[in-house]
């Protein structure tokens, strides 16, 4: 079995960020990782994106390399990569959160995580990225 990684990157939409454009991306995003093998998070910060994507290595790079194409966003990051035991998203083919509220501490979360990211150290940080992620699963309302 192919070793599994997480791969972490941030970008910026080149449109303002509308439930549209979120619509049209989980869409594609969920069917297609499901039947990849590929479970994931995206957030969205303004027009700042940060996706969390993990699977079997092959198919997380080939996706990340499609996606890095995508003419919706560009200053594409790669945050980094690490190989993983288990995966600390397995519920999500990509989750997101919606309804988002200030005040829930998701969004404290949030703002943790795309702050990691500035300072690039999100994967250096998988432990917090595991407590984020169970505050998102139990905090907010995710699809
Ligand atoms: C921020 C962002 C995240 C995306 N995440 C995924 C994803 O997780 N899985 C996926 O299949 N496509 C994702 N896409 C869409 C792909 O870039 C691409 O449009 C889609 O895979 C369809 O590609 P195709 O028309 O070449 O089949 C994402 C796009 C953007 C802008």
Not at 92 to 113: D, N, R, V
């Amino acid at each position: 079995m192919q070793p599994l990684i997480l791969l972490v990157y941030t970008s910026q939409s080149r449109q303002p960020v509308d439930g549209e454009m979120i619509d049209a991306i989980l869409n594609v995003a969920q069917t297609f990782n499901s039947q990849n093998n590929i479970t994931g998070f995206l957030m969205v910060r303004g027009n700042y994106f940060l996706q969390l994507l993990e699977g079997p290595e092959d198919a997380v790079l080939q996706l990340y390399n499609k996606i890095s194409m995508d003419k919706r966003h560009h200053r594409i990051t790669l945050q980094g990569k690490a190989s993983i035991e288990n995966r600390i998203m397995d519920k999500w083919s990509m989750g997101y959160i919606e309804e988002f509220k200030e005040t829930q501490p998701s969004a404290q979360s949030m703002l943790e995580l795309f702050e990691l990211a500035r300072e690039g150290q999100v994967i250096s940080s998988a432990k917090p990225l595991e407590k984020m992620l169970r505050i998102f699963s139990r905090d907010a309302k995710i699809r």
